[in-house]
Structures are given as structure tokens and as C-alpha cells.
T-cell receptor
Framework: AQTVTQSQPEMSVQEAETVTLSCTYDTSESDYYLFWYKQPPSRQMILVIRQEAYKQQNATENRFSVNFQKAAKSFSLKISDSQLGDAAMYFCAYRRITQGGSEKLVFGKGTKLTVNP | DTAVSQTPKYLVTQMGNDKSIKCEQNLGHDTMYWYKQDSKKFLKIMFSYNNKELIINETVPNRFSPKSPDKAHLNLHINSLELGDSAVYFC??????????????FGPGTRLTVL
């Protein structure tokens, strides 16, 4: 079964600094999608970035980038120039296609990011 | 314009009551989901519907019954509410596995508190 592990329950970073959130996953599939979702105190789930496993190039979205290591099954999120608005829970998620042809997201337990002014 | 909406956003009720949460999406997606986020913030899928048909049911108690009157709506009815049902329930939608854009779009969540 696919599992997603986020080993850092909490992280903190100074404003304008860079922080990296870790995520590892377990799968026997060769093609899949990985996502980072952000959940601020408003509790809205917001997609930050996604990575397609067949693409070797790491995804980037403005200040957010990933380090995707397929062989190591690692998918870390780097936030550059951290801003106060980045403070939130961050969830790593694996998109699993079931045998019946449906899809679901399998989430890690989340990392709470605090940004200090 | 809201993509995935849920009502109500907050729900406080007594044990034993029956309650419903409604979800609507205006994205034209074929697939909709219910996820539960517990007090430790852990998110887990409960159900998935594709074009009104149930396709995922993740060992959820029978007290939970989803209903999809059309592919834009997915409601969740909960009978005989228990303390352990207190959580945030998220509705989500996606184009499904055939869609080229694989993001799941989430609603704002419904915080259910059972007293």
C-alpha cells in the first residue's frame, strides 16, 4: 500500500529565509503524481505545487520548488524568501490510481510551518 | 466565483442526531470526494463518486451515506452521530483519471462538532 511520510511535525523559519520540508513515500508504481498542499488557519486546502513522476525536471512555482528524487522516493518542498503568509500546515500527497480505475490522494500527516518576523 | 462549495461551514450537534453536509462544484468535473480531517489534522479519503456512481468506499461506518443526485453535487448524510465523528469534512472534485489536469480542488471544509 502507498504511504506518505512527513518526518517533521513542525518547522520554523525566519522571514526571507529558505526552508525545506521533507516527504518520503512508498510505492511500487512507476508513474504517479505527487503534490504539496498548503492549509492556512482558514483551513482551505490550497495546491502549492505538483510533480509528475515521469518528468525528471523538478517542478517550480515562483518561490516554491521541489527536489524530486524518484529512486529514493523523496519529494521535498523548498520555500525561498519565506513570507509571513507562508505560515500554514503543509501536506505532501500521493495520487493513487485504484484497481477499479478511480483515484484518491494519500496524505502525509503534515508539517506545521511557522514563519518568524 | 467559488469552485467547490460546502454548506454548512460549521455544524454543532448532539450525539445521536442525524445531519447532512452539502457539496457543489461548478468546475464541470466528473469525480467528487469526501475526506475527513481528524483532530490531529490527518486527512483520509472516505468516499469517491464518478458521474454519480460510488467508486471508492474506504471502510467507513454505515452511518455515513453519501448521495450524488447529479455529477455537480455530492452530499454526506450522517446518522446517529457519535463523539468520534467530530472532525473537519472536506469535499473535493477533479476531472478524474482521464483528465489531463490532475489536481483535486477542495471545498472550504465543514467543521462538525458532536457534543
Amino acid at each position: 500500500a502507498q504511504t506518505v511520510t512527513q518526518s517533521q511535525p513542525e518547522m520554523s523559519v525566519q522571514e526571507a529565509e529558505t526552508v525545506t520540508l521533507s516527504c518520503t513515500y512508498d510505492t511500487s508504481e512507476s508513474d504517479y503524481y505527487l503534490f504539496w498542499y498548503k492549509q492556512p488557519p482558514s483551513r482551505q486546502m490550497i495546491l502549492v505545487i505538483r510533480q509528475e513522476a515521469y518528468k525528471q525536471q523538478n517542478a517550480t512555482e515562483n518561490r516554491f520548488s521541489v527536489n524530486f528524487q524518484k529512486a529514493a522516493k523523496s519529494f521535498s518542498l523548498k520555500i525561498s524568501d519565506s513570507q509571513l503568509g507562508d505560515a500554514a500546515m503543509y501536506f505532501c500527497a500521493y495520487r493513487r490510481i485504484t484497481q477499479g480505475g478511480s483515484e484518491k490522494l494519500v496524505f502525509g500527516k503534515g508539517t506545521k510551518l511557522t514563519v518568524n518576523p | 466565483d467559488t469552485a467547490v462549495s460546502q454548506t454548512p461551514k460549521y455544524l454543532v450537534t448532539q450525539m445521536g442526531n442525524d445531519k447532512s453536509i452539502k457539496c457543489e462544484q461548478n468546475l464541470g468535473h466528473d469525480t467528487m470526494y469526501w475526506y475527513k480531517q481528524d483532530s490531529k489534522k490527518f486527512l483520509k479519503i472516505m468516499f469517491s463518486y464518478n458521474n454519480k456512481e460510488l467508486i471508492i468506499n474506504e471502510t467507513v461506518p454505515n452511518r455515513f451515506s453519501p448521495k450524488s443526485p447529479d455529477k455537480a453535487h455530492l452530499n454526506l448524510h450522517i446518522n446517529s452521530l457519535e463523539l468520534g465523528d467530530s472532525a473537519v469534512y472536506f469535499c473535493a472534485s477533479s476531472p478524474g483519471i482521464l483528465g489531463s489536469y490532475n489536481e483535486q480542488f477542495f471545498g472550504p471544509g465543514t467543521r462538525l462538532t458532536v457534543l
